[in-house]
């Protein structure tokens, strides 16, 4: 007997009535978005309409409708839907938690009032998004024979708010290990990521073609990509080693780092989506094809200009009003020294030695600086000390600063011969860097 075919062609018409019976939580909670229910209403509507709309995305692809001519349209609208609902609920989550991250608490009552309004700015716009995209997903589905369903989504659809019961919040009571980030270490992050987000050069661009230019350079999807993972490892690292312990709870400054970070990551996860919408349909904005016809339903400057001059540039400045307190942490938790070293004749800082003196300062996660014959470096950077120690090859003698943890460590190195005898000839103390 022959193979029988796992894949057959279904017709259009059959695939409608299949496609209308997939959908029709998603047109009935459609329904329910348009009838602008309360804030925290809406905000659980946007969180269902992302798993409503990736079901119906997900069974469109499963039929091919990305390739086919009736419904690839119909598909990248349900795709839209589902991004910036996703948006706009991150936008509404963070309005609804805004308090409780304690990031108000670095902003002067002004600059927070302008924040709250940026914020309702950008979720209005996000929001009046959805809406036009469901009208045009209503529309498109009478056009492909696709039968709308008119119902509102049921309530029990969603999940009842409840009173959440929560055991005493004792772990962590005991002291921080030594072995564990320190406060220090993840104040130097947060210092990192405020250089990462000043180095953008962010600011309010109102000409559209500069606003394009600069977002084109500094602020693609990949980019976006790359600011909303830094800012969420840092919050992960926090709730990893600091989130729901004693110092957490005697050191305000922590929490409150944190907030910050928070805020700004929710603020970048719309821009990552936008970035996204955008890059998505640009190689068809000349036509009238799908971009076209998508840049008519959701302006693609309007939602450029959301992205840079509210969501971007409110996230770095979330980010640079935690900066104070970081280094206010840094200072406290650190206890900065000054350390002079020579080097013995024999010796010479290498890659090797260099990557070394690197891996301590990483390790320890705190700043330190190098300087050699007058030409200061970051420690922590291979480019850096390699730079410094190139320019001055005769310089024999080599200037630390920075907490003593690293500087004792670095110490170490220089007296066990800078692992040139190899890592197994380090001191105990130092057994990480061979890992």
Same mark, same amino acid.
């Given at each position: 007997m022959g193979q029988t075919s796992l894949n057959r062609i279904i017709t259009e018409e059959d695939f409608a009535r299949a496609l209308a019976q997939e959908c029709r939580p998603f047109f009935q909670l459609a329904n329910t978005l348009r009838r602008r229910a309360d804030p925290e209403r809406a905000r659980k509507h946007l969180d269902q309409m992302v798993i409503e709309a990736d079901m119906v995305e997900a069974f469109l692809d499963d039929h091919g409708a990305r390739y086919n001519r009736g419904f690839h349209f119909f598909r990248e609208l349900v795709a839209s839907i589902r991004g910036f609902s996703q948006a706009g609920?991150?936008?509404?989550?963070?309005? =609804? +938690?805004?308090?409780? =991250?304690?990031?108000?608490?670095?902003?002067?009552?002004?600059?927070?009032?302008?924040?709250?309004?940026?914020?309702?700015?950008?979720?209005?716009?996000?929001?009046?998004?959805?809406?036009?995209?469901?009208?045009?997903?209503?529309?498109?589905?009478?056009? %492909?024979g696709v039968q709308w369903d008119n119902n509102l989504f049921p309530g029990e659809g969603l999940r009842a708010a409840q009173v959440q019961l929560s055991l005493p919040r004792n772990l962590g009571e005991e002291a921080l290990e030594e072995d564990g980030m320190q406060p220090s270490e993840i104040a130097s992050k947060y210092l990192e990521v405020c250089s990462l987000f000043n180095g953008l050069g962010v600011r309010t661009i109102e000409d559209e073609a500069d606003r394009e230019a600069y977002l084109s350079r500094v602020c693609r999807e990949e980019h976006a990509r790359v600011f909303e993972a830094t800012v969420h490892n840092l919050q992960s690292a926090y709730d990893t080693h600091f989130k729901d312990t004693k110092l957490e709870l005697d050191e305000p400054r922590l929490a409150q780092l944190r907030g910050h970070a928070s805020a700004a990551f929710h603020l970048l996860e719309a821009v990552t989506i936008l970035a996204h919408f955008?890059?998505?349909?640009?190689?068809?904005?000349?036509?009238?094809?799908?971009?076209?016809?998508?840049?008519q339903i959701v302006q693609r400057s309007e939602v450029r200009r959301i992205t840079l001059n509210v969501l971007l540039l409110w996230s770095q400045r979330l980010i640079e009003f935690g900066r104070d307190?970081?280094?206010? &942490?840094? *200072?406290?938790?650190?206890? @900065?020294?000054?350390?002079?070293?020579?080097?013995?004749?024999?010796?010479? @800082?290498?890659? +090797?030695?260099?990557?070394? %003196? @690197?891996? %301590?300062?990483?390790?320890?996660? *705190?700043? @330190?600086?190098?300087?050699?014959?007058?030409?200061?470096a970051n420690a922590g950077s291979i480019l850096e000390v390699m730079i410094a120690v190139g320019s001055h090859p005769?310089?024999? *003698? =080599?200037?630390?600063?920075?907490?003593?943890?690293?500087?004792?460590? %670095?110490?170490?190195?220089?007296?066990?011969? &800078?692992?040139?005898?190899?890592?197994?000839?380090?001191?105990?103390?130092?057994?990480y860097l061979a890992t």
């Open positions: 609920f991150a936008l509404a989550h963070l309005a =609804y +938690r805004f308090d409780g =991250y304690r990031a108000s608490l670095a902003l002067d009552p002004g600059c927070e009032e302008e924040f709250r309004a940026a914020l309702a700015e950008a979720s209005a716009f996000v929001g009046s998004a959805v809406e036009t995209l469901l009208e045009a997903c209503r529309e498109e589905a009478v056009l %492909i955008v890059e998505r349909h640009e190689a068809y904005q000349a036509d009238n094809t799908i971009g076209g016809r998508m840049n307190n970081a280094q206010a &942490l840094l *200072t406290s938790f650190t206890n @900065v020294k000054q350390l002079e070293l020579s080097l013995p004749p024999d010796l010479v @800082v290498h890659a +090797r030695p260099a990557s070394l %003196i @690197v891996g %301590i300062v990483n390790h320890h996660g *705190t700043p @330190v600086e190098l300087e050699v014959g007058g030409q200061t005769d310089c024999r *003698t =080599y200037l630390f600063r920075g907490d003593e943890c690293p500087l004792r460590d %670095i110490e170490s190195l220089f007296t066990a011969g &800078l692992g040139e005898g190899g890592l197994e000839s380090l001191p105990e103390n130092l057994a």
